[in-house]
């Protein structure tokens, strides 16, 4: 069974920062994507970031320049730095492992507010 548990989320200012952190456990394939999804009030979950176990990346449009996706492969673990924050990016976040499924954590709430 395979298990996702996030941390890192709360309030900031706009312009400020937030680093997320997702550790899998269970049965990890050594060749997988990790990534984090978004969902805000009213609005479909969007992709954020992905990472692949080789390296490859995706970023959504909205967020590129100001988030960093990077994952420590022992840990099982991977992490989303988000800078230069925007009350647009104010939302729950999702961690995802796609292995032979996609499995989603629980989700940590992301708020961005003077």
């Known amino acids: 069974q395979v298990q996702l548990v996030e941390s890192g989320g709360g309030l900031v200012q706009p312009g400020g920062s937030l680093r997320l952190s997702c550790a899998a456990s269970?049965?990890?394939?050594?060749?997988?994507?990790m990534g984090w999804y978004r969902q805000a009030p009213g609005k479909q979950r969007e992709l954020v970031a992905l990472?692949?176990?080789?390296?490859?990346?995706n970023y959504a449009d909205s967020v590129k320049g100001r988030f960093t996706i990077s994952r420590d492969n022992a840990k099982n673990t991977v992490y989303l730095q988000m800078d230069s924050l925007k009350p647009e990016d104010t939302a729950v976040y999702y961690c995802?492992?796609?292995?032979?499924?996609?499995?989603w954590g629980q989700g940590t709430q992301v708020t961005v507010s003077s």
């Open positions: 990472l692949a176990s080789g390296g490859n990346t």
């Open positions: 269970g049965t990890i394939f050594s060749i997988n994507v």
């Open positions: 995802m492992l796609r292995i032979n499924k996609v499995y």
